[in-house]
């Protein structure tokens, strides 16, 4: 979110969706920016359409944890599952257990830069990734990703962006390729 008014002034930004929730000052500003631009955007939905496919956003609580609010959005492309969990932390996780059967899992974005407050060893071994790709800045002060969260994701292929850099897969010929 603290980038989001400079992707939105260096890049074609059509629509903007939010989380659930009242929105904070850093939302507050940006929209100000979209409405400037008369860039449309919507809060706490449940599922978009993009052409043939579609994102279903999967927490639609509102916690008094912003992390928690994170849009989590689950998708399948060419009959490969991917999860994004934000900044989700455990209590959305196990909102989304009980709420969801999702298992096998082919490609994991994993919640909130791989800290203690995400990627439950439950949650894990429900969901079952094959890839888990933590997107996570160098020598970071937070010290993310956590060993316990390492731990939990240790039967699937961990990419890391503080050492793998950009992380892309390709679909093609129904194969997924890292």
């Known amino acids: 979110m ?21 929105y904070n000052d850093l939302e507050k500003d940006l929209i100000k920016v979209l409405d400037k631009k008369k860039i449309k955007y919507y809060s706490c939905i ?3 359409n993009i052409n043939n496919d579609k994102l279903y956003f999967l927490q639609t609580r ?21 999860l994004f969990m934000g900044d989700a932390g455990i209590t959305t996780e196990k909102e989304i257990m009980n709420k969801y059967n999702l298992s096998d899992i082919d ?38 990703p956590n060993t316990e969260a390492l731990d ?4 699937s292929k961990i990419y890391r962006t503080d050492q793998d850099g950009s992380i892309m897969f390709k679909i093609k010929e129904n194969e997924i390729k890292d």
């Open 107 to 144: 490609a994991l974005k994993v919640g909130h830069h791989g800290s203690k407050t995400s990627s439950s060893k439950d949650f894990i071994n429900e969901i079952n990734p094959k890839y888990s790709i933590i997107s996570v800045g160098k020598n970071n002060r937070y010290g993310h």
């Open 46 to 48: 449940e599922e978009l």
């Open 62 to 82: 509102v916690y008094d944890n912003e992390n928690d609010n994170s849009n989590v959005i689950y998708t399948e492309l060419n009959n490969y599952k991917f």
């Open 2 to 22: 603290g980038e989001a008014i400079n992707l939105v002034n260096n890049f074609k930004v059509e629509k903007v969706i939010f989380n659930c929730g009242p």
């Open 152 to 155: 939990n994701l240790n039967n």
